[in-house]
C-alpha cells in the first residue's frame, strides 16, 4: 500500500482513474491509458506485459491486455471506447519501467475517443485517493 | 485492472481468522506485503521478488518460515512407526542426520513431503507443510499401532531459514558451532544469537543454507541480530514470493502443485525417496506395481520458446490436443526465463520435445527442458 498521507500530489491531477486502477489523460480527442501507481505496486515486479496492436478498437469497462508480475496476472480494462491509435512497444522489452513510472512515460496505449462523455463517469485524483483509503479501510 | 493471485498459491486478500508468527509484527514495520498461505498470515515479499531472489543466488536471503508444522516421533517403536508410514528408509539415518521423505497414502500418493530429522536413537522431528499439519498429525496417530509418542509441537518453534552463498559467513559471527562440521541434510543442537535451538543444513532455495527451529519468544531477537550480522554481506528478508521462485528453478516439489492426493512419488520423479529394500510402507505396494506397469504421467521442465509465462494449470497441447497442465509457473528471476513443470504422459516426456502452452486461449510455443533448471556449483 501506498502511503496515503497528505501529501496529496501522487496522482496527478491531470489524469483521471477507474475504480480498476487505470488511469487516461485526455488531450482533445485522443486518451492515453496506463496503470496506477498502487496497481503497480499492489502486482510488484513487472515482467511481462501483452498489449493490442494499433487500429484494434477497444471498449469501455472491457480488457484490453495483460500485465504480468512474478506472482500475478493482471488484466488491463479500458476507461474509454475508441481505436487504438499508439501502443508503448517499449514496454515489451522493458516492463519493468512500469513499475518505475507508472503515470509518465509507461503508459501502455493510446486511443481516439469515441464518446467523450464516457470520461464524466471517471474519477479525479482526489476521489481516486479517497477510493483508495476507503478501499484500505475494509 | 483485475489481480489473478493464487497462481503460486499466493491470494491477496488477508482475512481475520489467519495464524500470525510471532515475527507478524517485524514484518509489518519492515513493510512487507503480507498474504494468506496455508492458514497463515505471511509476507510474500519486501523490497521485490526480484530482488530477493537474486539476493538468495548471490548473497544471501533471510525467511520466516514459522508456518511450517513440527511433529515429534518419540520412543522405542518410533522408527518403526516411522518406517511404516514413509517411504524413505529413516534407518539409515544415523543421530542427528536428516533426509527428505514423504507420508504415503496405501495409492502411493502422498500425505505430505517433509524432512526427517534423527535427534536421537528414538527421536524422530519431521518438518512439515503449514496446511498439511493437521492432517499429517492425524494421519500419524492414525496409524500409531507401534505405542510411540507423537507430538504436534508446531507452536514450539519458531523457524527462520538463512540461505545463500553467504549463509555460512553470516551464520558464523552469531554462533561458536563449527559450520564447516554441519554437512548439507545434518543438524545439531546449537545457540544461534544467544539463543538454544536445532540447526540444519537443509533449505528450499537450491543454494547452501541453514533452517534454525528455536523457541518463539526469541524470535524478534534472533530475526534482528541475524539481518544485522548479515548486513555487511548483503543479507536482506525475503519472502515466500521468491521462496516459489527459488524452489521452482531448483525444480523442488511444492504440495498442492507437484504432489497431491492423485499423483505417486514415482510420477513426481521421486522414485530416488522410495526405499523398496526396507520393511513394508504404506503405498509401497501400488508404487512397486506402478514400477512394474508404469506411470500415468511424469512431471517434466518446461521452459516458454514463445511470448508468454506459464502459470498453475495452464494446459499443455502436444500434437494438436492437451496432454497435461502446467503444475508451477513463473517468470524465474536468476535464469531469466519464463519456466515450468507439468505434468505429461510419459510417452511424451523426453527432453527438447516441442510443446506449446495454452495462454488465455492461444497457444504459445514452448519445449521440455532438463531438470533442475538451475544447480549451485558447489566449492
Given at each position: 500500500?501506498?502511503?496515503?498521507?497528505?501529501?496529496?500530489?501522487?496522482?496527478?491531477?491531470?489524469?483521471?482513474?477507474?475504480?480498476?486502477?487505470?488511469?487516461?489523460?485526455?488531450?482533445?480527442?485522443?486518451?492515453?491509458?496506463?496503470?496506477?501507481?498502487?496497481?503497480?505496486?499492489?502486482?510488484?515486479?513487472?515482467?511481462?506485459?501483452?498489449?493490442?496492436?494499433?487500429?484494434?478498437?477497444?471498449?469501455?469497462?472491457?480488457?484490453?491486455?495483460?500485465?504480468?508480475?512474478?506472482?500475478?496476472?493482471?488484466?488491463?480494462?479500458?476507461?474509454?471506447?475508441?481505436?487504438?491509435?499508439?501502443?508503448?512497444?517499449?514496454?515489451?522489452?522493458?516492463?519493468?519501467?512500469?513499475?518505475?513510472?507508472?503515470?509518465?512515460?509507461?503508459?501502455?496505449?493510446?486511443?481516439?475517443?469515441?464518446?467523450?462523455?464516457?470520461?464524466?463517469?471517471?474519477?479525479?485524483?482526489?476521489?481516486?485517493?479517497?477510493?483508495?483509503?476507503?478501499?484500505?479501510?475494509? | 485492472?483485475?489481480?489473478?493471485?493464487?497462481?503460486?498459491?499466493?491470494?491477496?486478500?488477508?482475512?481475520?481468522?489467519?495464524?500470525?508468527?510471532?515475527?507478524?509484527?517485524?514484518?509489518?514495520?519492515?513493510?512487507?506485503?503480507?498474504?494468506?498461505?496455508?492458514?497463515?498470515?505471511?509476507?510474500?515479499?519486501?523490497?521485490?521478488?526480484?530482488?530477493?531472489?537474486?539476493?538468495?543466488?548471490?548473497?544471501?536471503?533471510?525467511?520466516?518460515?514459522?508456518?511450517?508444522?513440527?511433529?515429534?516421533?518419540?520412543?522405542?517403536?518410533?522408527?518403526?512407526?516411522?518406517?511404516?508410514?514413509?517411504?524413505?528408509?529413516?534407518?539409515?539415518?544415523?543421530?542427528?542426520?536428516?533426509?527428505?521423505?514423504?507420508?504415503?497414502?496405501?495409492?502411493?500418493?502422498?500425505?505430505?513431503?517433509?524432512?526427517?530429522?534423527?535427534?536421537?536413537?528414538?527421536?524422530?522431528?519431521?518438518?512439515?507443510?503449514?496446511?498439511?499439519?493437521?492432517?499429517?498429525?492425524?494421519?500419524?496417530?492414525?496409524?500409531?499401532?507401534?505405542?510411540?509418542?507423537?507430538?504436534?509441537?508446531?507452536?514450539?518453534?519458531?523457524?527462520?531459514?538463512?540461505?545463500?552463498?553467504?549463509?555460512?559467513?553470516?551464520?558464523?559471527?552469531?554462533?561458536?558451532?563449527?559450520?564447516?562440521?554441519?554437512?548439507?541434510?545434518?543438524?545439531?543442537?546449537?545457540?544461534?544469537?544467544?539463543?538454544?535451538?536445532?540447526?540444519?543444513?537443509?533449505?528450499?532455495?537450491?543454494?547452501?543454507?541453514?533452517?534454525?527451529?528455536?523457541?518463539?519468544?526469541?524470535?524478534?531477537?534472533?530475526?534482528?541480530?541475524?539481518?544485522?550480522?548479515?548486513?555487511?554481506?548483503?543479507?536482506?528478508?525475503?519472502?515466500?514470493?521468491?521462496?516459489?521462485?527459488?524452489?521452482?528453478?531448483?525444480?523442488?516439489?511444492?504440495?498442492?502443485?507437484?504432489?497431491?492426493?492423485?499423483?505417486?512419488?514415482?510420477?513426481?520423479?521421486?522414485?530416488?525417496?522410495?526405499?523398496?529394500?526396507?520393511?513394508?510402507?504404506?503405498?509401497?505396494?501400488?508404487?512397486?506395481?506402478?514400477?512394474?506397469?508404469?506411470?500415468?504421467?511424469?512431471?517434466?521442465?518446461?521452459?516458454?520458446?514463445?511470448?508468454?509465462?506459464?502459470?498453475?494449470?495452464y494446459p499443455v497441447w502436444i500434437d494438436n490436443r492437451v496432454v497435461g497442465?502446467?503444475?508451477?509457473?513463473?517468470?524465474?528471476?536468476?535464469?531469466?526465463?519464463?519456466?515450468?513443470?507439468?505434468?505429461?504422459?510419459?510417452?511424451?516426456?523426453?527432453?527438447?520435445?516441442?510443446i506449446q502452452v495454452e495462454?488465455?486461449?492461444?497457444r504459445v510455443a514452448a519445449?521440455?527442458?532438463?531438470?533442475?533448471?538451475?544447480?549451485?556449483?558447489?566449492?
Amino acid at each position: 500500500m501506498p502511503e496515503l498521507g497528505d501529501e496529496g500530489l501522487m496522482y496527478p491531477p491531470e489524469l483521471l482513474y477507474t475504480k480498476d486502477h487505470e488511469w487516461i489523460r485526455v488531450d482533445e480527442s485522443i486518451g492515453t491509458i496506463g496503470i496506477t501507481d498502487y496497481a503497480q505496486q499492489q502486482l510488484g515486479d513487472i515482467v511481462f506485459v501483452e498489449l493490442p496492436k494499433p487500429g484494434d478498437h477497444v471498449t469501455a469497462k472491457e480488457t484490453f491486455g495483460t500485465v504480468e508480475s512474478v506472482k500475478a496476472v493482471s488484466e488491463v480494462y479500458s476507461p474509454v471506447t475508441g481505436e487504438i491509435v499508439a501502443v508503448n512497444s517499449k514496454l515489451q522489452d522493458a516492463p519493468e519501467k512500469i513499475n518505475a513510472d507508472p503515470h509518465g512515460n509507461a503508459w501502455l496505449i493510446r486511443v481516439r475517443l469515441a464518446d467523450h462523455h464516457e470520461i464524466e463517469a471517471l474519477m479525479t485524483a482526489e476521489q481516486y485517493q479517497a477510493y483508495l483509503k476507503e478501499e484500505a479501510g475494509h | 485492472m483485475e489481480l489473478h493471485f493464487g497462481a503460486n498459491g499466493v491470494a491477496t486478500q488477508v482475512k481475520v481468522a489467519l495464524k500470525r508468527t510471532a515475527l507478524n509484527a517485524a514484518h509489518n514495520a519492515a513493510g512487507a506485503k503480507m498474504v494468506e498461505f496455508g492458514g497463515w498470515e505471511m509476507p510474500v515479499e519486501y523490497s521485490g521478488i526480484m530482488q530477493e531472489h537474486l539476493a538468495v543466488r548471490t548473497r544471501a536471503g533471510l525467511f520466516d518460515v514459522s508456518h511450517m508444522g513440527e511433529i515429534e516421533l518419540r520412543g522405542r517403536q518410533a522408527l518403526s512407526l516411522l518406517q511404516y508410514i514413509t517411504s524413505n528408509d529413516a534407518s539409515r539415518l544415523k543421530v542427528c542426520q536428516a533426509q527428505y521423505s514423504a507420508l504415503m497414502y496405501p495409492s502411493g500418493s502422498v500425505v505430505d513431503d517433509c524432512v526427517v530429522h534423527r535427534l536421537g536413537e528414538d527421536h524422530f522431528f519431521l518438518c512439515v507443510n503449514a496446511a498439511n499439519t493437521d492432517k499429517d498429525f492425524d494421519w500419524i496417530v492414525e496409524h500409531n499401532s507401534f505405542d510411540a509418542d507423537v507430538r504436534n509441537v508446531s507452536s514450539d518453534y519458531s523457524q527462520l531459514a538463512l540461505q545463500g552463498p553467504r549463509a555460512a559467513d553470516i551464520l558464523a559471527k552469531v554462533t561458536d558451532t563449527d559450520l564447516a562440521a554441519l554437512k548439507y541434510y545434518w543438524v545439531c543442537r546449537a545457540t544461534c544469537c544467544g539463543v538454544e535451538g536445532w540447526l540444519a543444513r537443509t533449505g528450499y532455495t537450491g543454494e547452501d543454507g541453514f533452517e534454525f527451529y528455536f523457541p518463539p519468544t526469541e524470535s524478534e531477537p534472533v530475526w534482528e541480530k541475524l539481518l544485522a550480522a548479515g548486513k555487511p554481506e548483503g543479507l536482506i528478508p525475503a519472502g515466500l514470493g521468491a521462496r516459489n521462485t527459488l524452489r521452482l528453478e531448483a525444480a523442488y516439489p511444492l504440495y498442492g502443485h507437484e504432489l497431491d492426493e492423485e499423483t505417486t512419488l514415482l510420477e513426481a520423479g521421486l522414485g530416488w525417496i522410495c526405499k523398496f529394500d526396507k520393511e513394508d510402507f504404506i503405498g509401497r505396494e501400488a508404487l512397486l506395481a506402478q514400477k512394474q506397469h508404469g506411470i500415468r504421467k511424469k512431471l517434466v521442465g518446461l521452459e516458454m520458446a514463445g511470448r508468454g509465462i506459464a502459470r498453475d494449470a495452464y494446459p499443455v497441447w502436444i500434437d494438436n490436443r492437451v496432454v497435461g497442465r502446467v503444475s508451477s509457473g513463473s517468470y524465474a528471476p536468476y535464469l531469466k526465463k519464463n519456466i515450468g513443470l507439468a505434468y505429461v504422459p510419459p510417452e511424451y516426456a523426453e527432453t527438447g520435445r516441442e510443446i506449446q502452452v495454452e495462454i488465455r486461449g492461444s497457444r504459445v510455443a514452448a519445449r521440455l527442458a532438463p531438470l533442475p533448471f538451475y544447480k549451485r556449483s558447489r566449492a
